[in-house]
């Protein structure tokens, strides 16, 4: 590693949130697994991100920004960078010293990789018998789909997302963002979470499975309902018919969300309707989907009198709704900022960026100050160190091609 990209880390690192002093080893790559990792920092444990001599493949995905993608820097927040080769002899031996003094081991290898690169559950359980073993796969460890590989993207068509998200009867529609990933990282936080607060009673370790078809089929329990002697195909969508959406106005788009009879009543009355409020042809929600096709033209034509912002102030705390608005709204919106949640990162490569801060408060252990993602094997010298490897050793293993 280049000296000059080394640096210490914050003094606080892993020390006043509620995981303070848990140590993980972050083996997986892509988003699943190192933003569950991240979630972890986030409250306090200390992350070691360990990466191969070729990288987490997400570094090399498309990005406008050129030092760094953009990607790696928002999912690995608040990690140490070490690379290591665990194809090696050596490499094997370092994760294993590791591994006796850590308390979680995440990793999102397929099914049969961990055992030939022997850094299986039994084995590992044997280094270190108090270790949470978390393994995030596409489609889980038996039945016939287990040694494929599962991407977000996918597990949606399969699940039944993308159907469910495009218009009844025709095309299929993805859902943008990553969402099966991130739900299966927050299950790998808190399932990681659980299984550390269960070893304190137990005094033992576990192991704990993360799949992303798991994640995906959760996500759709509100859907995942079918009755005794109903048609395979039904209506499972809990969506609130035509009125709940998103609707055009003089200038931009509005979401609004009236399905309460206080928010309906409201809703109509803003909008200069109040005859629709007092029918009892639409005094239900289950009405107004039925008659939606009636509704929405009239909400349409009064929608077109204002703009999105100037429905959006027009409606204020009567009525649920936003105008659709870009992410990069979000950096100077007064909400976000009043909550910190985004704050700026020094980046040895990068330089300073706004980005996310965490996701959970906690009012006595609020976690240490976050801080960037780490340049390709930033803390490989330091970690190495730590271990009791003197700077011959340490520069013998960078020869070899063992760490970088």
Known sequence: MNSKLEHSLPNEVGSSGPLGGIQVLDLSAYIAGPYGCALLADQGADVLKIEPPSGD???KYPSTLEAENRAFLGINRNKRGLVLNLKSAEGHAILMKLLKKADVLVHNFRPGVPERLGIDFETVSLINPKLIYCAVTGYGETGPMKGKAGYDQVLQAMSGMCSMQGERGGAPEILYGSVVDYY???LVAAGTA???????????????GVSLLRSAVTMQSARLV?????PADIGRDFRSGGITGIHPTKEGYLYLSANTPHFWSALCQKMNLPELSKSERYN????????????VPLLRN?????TALEWE?????EVPCAAARH???IFKNEQVMAEDMVMTFDHPLVGKYQGMTRSIKFGRTPGPRPFAAPVFGQHSDTVLEQLGFSDEERQELRDKDIVK
């Open 57 to 59: 493949n997400l570094r």
């Open 302 to 306: 009064a929608l077109e009198t204002k």
């Open 313 to 317: 102030a027009l409606f204020g705390d």
């Open 184 to 186: 299966a990282a927050a």
């Open 194 to 208: 659980s299984a550390l607060y269960e070893r304190e009673r137990s005094g033992l370790g576990q192991y704990v």
């Open 226 to 230: 079918w009755a005794e002697g109903e």
């Open 327 to 329: 992410i990069e709204d």
């Open 284 to 295: 239900s929600i289950r009405k107004r989907a039925r008659y939606a096709d009636e509704i």
